[in-house]
């Protein structure tokens, strides 16, 4: 098994750029969940899913997009990119809840000039 | 939203010494669990302590839960320069299965 998958692992925009994060898992998981984590902030809840078809928000959902067609993948979207989303993103994913423990994907780090 | 916050933000130690990070979180909790983080890397789940239990053994990790206190600690015993990382308790929320909040980290370097 992969695991929790990501791409891409490093990403330059310029602000107002659109991007999609990419986050697949092989396990059969039916909870996939963003984060970003920035220096001495730890990870935080931005989107998260339940299962196909189901998204909702997090801590910090604004300025971000999710959808979830199939139970391999949760793509995140920013649609208008600003220097305030620098960070570096992670994808989790667990059997089916957030109670339970959560697999990682390596990260994206993203950088918005 | 509550978080877990972890105490203390860094610690330095010596190899062959023990390492005891704490963490507390402001609501009631079904689960708390520890996740290390390697530098530049994913998180690695260690252990999970349910509500229900005051102590879980995992290796050299032990873990402590004290709900009347809202608090827990991680034990490393017999630390190793391997062990050097970012470690992360995080909580759900006692009405939602949903969310699962992280803290901001101990920074633990163990030197050769």
């Known amino acids: 098994n992969a695991g929790v998958t990501q791409t891409p692992k490093f990403q330059v925009l310029k602000t107002g750029q659109s991007m999609t994060l990419q986050c697949a898992q092989d396990m059969n998981h039916e909870y996939m969940s963003w984060y970003r984590q920035d220096p001495g902030m730890g990870l935080r809840l931005i989107h998260y899913s339940v299962g196909a078809g189901i998204t909702d928000q997090g801590e910090v959902p604004n300025g971000y997009n999710v959808s979830r067609s199939t139970t391999e993948d949760f793509p995140l979207r920013l649609l208008s990119a600003a220097p305030s989303q620098t960070s570096v993103y992670f994808c989790a994913s667990s059997y089916s809840t957030g109670r339970e423990t959560q697999y990682f994907g390596p990260g994206t780090r993203l950088l918005v000039l | 939203s509550q978080q877990g916050e972890e105490d203390p933000q860094a610690l330095s130690i010596q190899e062959g010494e023990n390492a005891t990070m704490n963490c507390s979180y402001k609501t009631s909790i079904n689960n708390l669990q520890w996740y290390r983080q390697n530098s530049g890397r994913g998180l690695v789940h260690l252990i999970l302590i349910r509500s229900n239990e005051r102590e879980k053994h995992s290796g050299r990790l032990r873990v402590t839960l004290d709900t009347s206190k809202k608090s827990s600690s991680l034990l490393i015993t017999a630390s190793r320069a391997a062990d050097t990382a970012s470690y992360f308790c995080?909580?759900?929320?006692?009405?939602?299965?949903?969310?699962?909040?992280f803290g901001s980290g101990t920074r633990l370097l163990v030197r050769p």
């Open positions: 995080a909580t759900d929320e006692a009405d939602s299965s949903y969310k699962l909040i």
